[in-house]
């Protein structure tokens, strides 16, 4: 019986969002394939508004684990959409990617329209993968086993079919925490317990208004890019609330409002993961 990490046929794209669940999965198809050669090409989109931290555990797997990373981000060029690729030390910190997308766009992306996800990352590496000649590949998605309400089935509807690996192999959170705690360096963006839900992306507007909240109370600099962002198009991310509104509020409160699970919303949509 073949392992549920062993490569599909033909060309292979791993897709690595710079989370832990993505790094696990690129860990065990390392493990499990060791001379993967030509076909195989490890891909990290950088939108610009990736925590630091973020960018930083992308450069240790590449440093620890000996693999080769592309990184890619979003960028027009004479008006004509593109891609640049980039590394660690020339990656984009201040939004730009995102920023010119929004600005070709005239408006913010939200949860109906997640244009984000698709420009910044999905379609910035198929432009990149098809200017390699890439006609048709294999997406390996690092879904879990507990998230499978997430998994999409049928029929590619694009250049490329999904795979799912780690949904294959009946992985579930505790076991990329366990994979964590042994290795030698970690994703910075959690303490001690692995609780801290900032997230790659530092104010998606997919997490709750209570992480929201927590991150104006530590980030304010990075939150402010969201509020110029809803000043630019004079709309916003979220129906029901503005960043700016959101950042004011907090700056009037003390930090009992984060103590009270009843005071910040709790509802999230789910924060994208490329």
Not at 69 to 76: C, G, P, Q
Not at 239 to 261: M, P
Request: charged share 25%; aromatic share 12%; proline share 5%.
């Amino acid at each position: 019986m073949s392992s549920p990490y062993a490569l599909p046929d033909g060309n292979v794209l791993l897709s690595i969002s710079g989370g832990r669940t993505s790094g696990f999965m690129l860990s065990e198809i390392k493990r499990c394939n060791p001379d993967w050669g030509d076909r195989v090409k490890v891909v990290f989109a950088n939108t610009g508004k990736e925590m630091p931290e973020t960018l930083d555990f992308v450069r240790d797997m590449q440093e620890n684990w000996g693999i080769d990373f592309i990184w890619l981000e979003y960028v027009r060029i004479d008006g004509k959409v593109s891609y640049r690729q980039v590394d660690h030390t020339t990656a984009s910190s201040l939004g730009e990617p995102f920023e010119a997308l929004i600005s070709f766009k005239g408006y913010a992306p939200n949860a109906i329209s997640r244009f984000c996800t698709q420009e910044l990352k999905v379609r910035t590496i198929k432009r990149y993968l098809v200017a390699q000649g890439w006609k048709k590949w294999t997406q390996a998605i690092g879904i879990r086993a507990d998230e499978a309400g997430r998994l999409r089935t049928g029929p590619p509807k694009d250049r490329w079919t999904n795979w799912y690996p780690l949904a294959n192999a009946q992985i579930t959170k505790r076991d990329v925490m366990d994979f964590w705690e042994k290795q030698p360096f970690q994703l910075g963006l959690y303490g001690p317990t692995g609780s801290t839900p900032k997230g790659n992306c530092d104010g998606c507007f997919l997490k709750s208004e209570a992480t929201l909240a927590m991150m104006w109370r530590e980030h304010p600099d990075r939150m402010q890019w969201w509020a110029d962002m809803e000043n630019k198009v004079s709309g916003t991310f979220h129906k029901n609330r503005s960043y700016a509104g959101l950042g004011e509020f907090v700056s009037r409160q003390s930090d009992w409002i984060f103590n009270d699970e009843d005071f910040l919303c709790q509802a999230t949509g789910g924060e994208c993961t490329g």
